[in-house]
């Protein structure tokens, strides 16, 4: 199998652009720190000056993981929803699964207000918000999946997830309504996504959680490539649907969940990266677009912080549209250069 | 008769086939009771909405029947699990298959998600059995494209090579003829029949060519608004079953020749 050296190949040079986007990552930022004081840093040792210690150990590291863990996460669900919902244009965020989230936050924030007294009390920790998020992406995803059971038309699911979208958005209208200006630039910031906000601690559940689907994704893959062949062929190979369509789902959920739940809503990477990695190694096979995806993914997400980051500045641009701007004409670019969409 | 049995693969009992929609069943064919030998090639015939494709798609279990019962190697069809029924019986469906940037090579191989551990990785004897797959239907030299670069008469080759690769008694192929020129509708059937005498598997298949099943054909299965006939072609002929099976204005059944006329 010649085929498999090239794809050997590519991985190599994918984990060396992965290690030095993560080089990058941080030793860029509003202080300016010498590589050689970011290597002493990281190795444990002590820099010139103990703040930049610091701000690497408590600040830099922790993001550049984030990013890591958000880019690569979002990518291999996007790959999962495309495979079984047998659609090109799937991703975590047509299928409202980010909405949910986004409605599972809103409440949280927003709703204290409106429920108030007893809830009001429990409500607004940052467990809440990830708890809400998690539950509200897992209900969407699960009612869609409801709904698909009864259609088999991939573009009828497709409008059944935008419709979700629009009644979570509708009902996140009505709460900022009825929040308070307070509660409401808590709820906005939440929505441009931040990579920045997580300490050691809450990383470490945010790595165990996204770890449970990463596995429940790996445990898919032998899944995922039969049903490429359509459900039908799939049942006569034996696959029994209903369960890996379940762990597909409950994968899913799990990365995009926590994702949003600890960065908030991180648009277009979970669409657009699995056709990158598609066009990059040119197959439909799982066992070398998941871990292809999964670099590529972390890799896009370390850059566009990078850029969010405005070098040399103190100012710091929402993630959320970072993502979008740099990725959706990379995006369009490859689908021009390459003529076709590879599916 | 326990003799008999044995040398039967297929077997129905008082079948009926249809939808099942807001509780309402509508039923398209019934009682339909047929036995099929192992080692044959076997062509469905009928005539448009006939049912074919539903007794196919009950036949390979993917809708289940309203009434009655099959068998497969005189076991109940319910009795198997997933995993046991890929092993025996194998498919090769109307409908395209979902990713069409799978290489020739990758799809057949996904015939072998029986046998494979849980990733999926071939072991060498899969990859062996992939490899007599193709030789088979004639496309080791396809091997690396990708299927959307095929013609529709490859891709009907590389869907019987996955269904090869499964290595099942049976396999049933639902309408391979469609879509494919007069010369690939004969290489197809040709292969099928080639298919069950060397390799003793049973092959069904519904087709609407019917001069070419009865030319090739061991059994053929006639499907008409009276009910469900299977018998040798010769037979067939000389029951005049073939008269019967479309209204009569247009064309006529020829028995010298074994195919259809155009009326003048």
């Known amino acids: 199998m010649t085929t498999y050296k090239t794809y050997v190949r590519a991985f190599i040079i994918l984990i060396i652009v992965l290690l030095c986007c993560f080089i990058l990552n941080i030793s860029l930022g509003s202080v300016y720190i010498p590589l050689n004081d970011i290597f002493k840093s990281v190795t444990g040792n002590i820099p010139e000056q103990e703040t930049w210690q610091y701000i690497i150990q408590n600040y830099r ?89 009864k259609i ?21 209208s009505v709460l900022s309504y009825f929040g308070s200006a307070q509660q409401l630039q808590q709820y906005i910031f ?24 990463l596995l429940l994704s790996i445990l898919s893959l ?9 459900e039908n062929y799939a049942k006569s190979l034996g696959l029994n649907i209903k369960t890996s369509r379940l762990i597909i789902i409950i994968s899913t959920s799990l990365l995009a969940g926590t994702i949003t739940a600890f960065a908030g809503p991180i648009a277009f990477i979970g669409l657009a990266i699995p056709h990158m990695t598609r066009q990059i190694f040119n197959t439909s096979n799982h066992k070398i677009l998941l871990p292809g995806v999964f670099l590529f993914g972390a890799i896009v997400m370390l850059i566009c912080d990078n850029i969010a980051q405005v070098p040399n500045s103190d100012y710091t641009l929402p993630i959320n549209a970072i993502t979008s701007l740099i990725g959706a004409p990379v995006v369009v670019w490859l689908l021009v250069k390459k003529q076709k969409m590879i599916f | 008769m326990k003799h008999d049995n044995q040398n039967i693969i297929l077997k129905t009992d008082q079948l009926s086939i249809g939808y099942t929609s807001k509780k309402k069943q509508n039923i398209i064919a019934s009682n339909i009771n047929i036995s099929i030998k192992k080692g044959q090639l076997i062509g469905l015939i009928g005539a448009n909405g006939i049912g074919k494709s539903t007794l196919i798609r009950t036949l390979s279990n993917v809708q289940n029947p309203l009434k009655g019962d099959i068998f ?50 071939l072991s060498e ?26 013609s529709d008469g490859q891709l009907q080759k590389v869907m019987l090579a996955r269904a090869l690769a499964q290595d099942t008694e049976l396999i049933i192929l639902d309408e391979p003829t469609t879509h494919l020129d007069m010369y690939h509708k004969a290489y197809i059937l040709k292969l099928l029949q080639k298919l069950t005498q060397e390799t003793g598997k049973t092959i069904i298949f519904s087709s609407h060519e019917i001069d070419l099943a009865i030319q090739l054909c061991d059994t053929v ?44």
């Open chain 1, 61 to 149: 590291l922790p993001k550049a993981f984030t990013a890591i863990l958000v880019g690569s996460g979002l990518g291999v669900s996007g790959l999962l929803m495309q495979t079984l919902f047998r659609n090109p244009l799937a991703g975590p965020f047509v299928l409202g699964i980010s909405s949910g989230a986004s409605l599972g936050v809103a409440l949280v924030i927003l709703g204290s207000s409106i429920f108030g007294g007893f809830l009001a009390a429990f409500l607004v920790t940052k467990w809440s918000i990830v708890i809400a998020a998690s539950l509200g992406s897992f209900l969407v995803l699960l009612s869609v999946l409801v709904v698909s059971l």
């Open chain 1, 152 to 172: 088999r038309d991939t573009m009828a699911i497709l409008i059944i997830g935008l419709m979700f979208s629009s009644i979570t958005a509708a009902i996140v």
């Open chain 2, 125 to 150: 004897n899969d990859i062996e059995k992939v490899n007599q797959a193709l030789e088979y239907t004639n496309i080791s030299n396809l091997k690396d494209s990708t299927c959307f670069e095929l």
């Open chain 1, 190 to 213: 939440w929505g441009f996504g931040s990579l920045g906000n997580l300490s050691w601690n809450e990383l470490g559940i945010f790595f165990i959680i996204y770890c449970i689907g």
């Open chain 2, 72 to 121: 497969i190697n005189n076991k109940i069809m319910n009795q198997y699990n997933g995993l046991e029924l890929a092993k025996v019986m194998s498919l090769v469906l109307t409908e395209n298959v979902s990713s069409k940037n799978l290489s020739v090579f990758e799809l057949v191989a996904l015939g072998r998600q029986p046998y494979t551990n849980w990733v999926g990785s």
């Open chain 1, 222 to 230: 032998k899944s995922l490539n039969t049903l490429l062949l359509g």
């Open chain 2, 221 to 264: 299965i006639v499907m008409t608004d009276d009910g469900v006939i299977s018998d040798q072609p010769s037979n067939l002929i000389a029951k005049g079953v073939f008269n019967s099976l479309f209204p009569k204005d247009l064309i006529a059944f020829d028995e010298k020749s074994g195919s259809f006329k155009v009326k003048k």
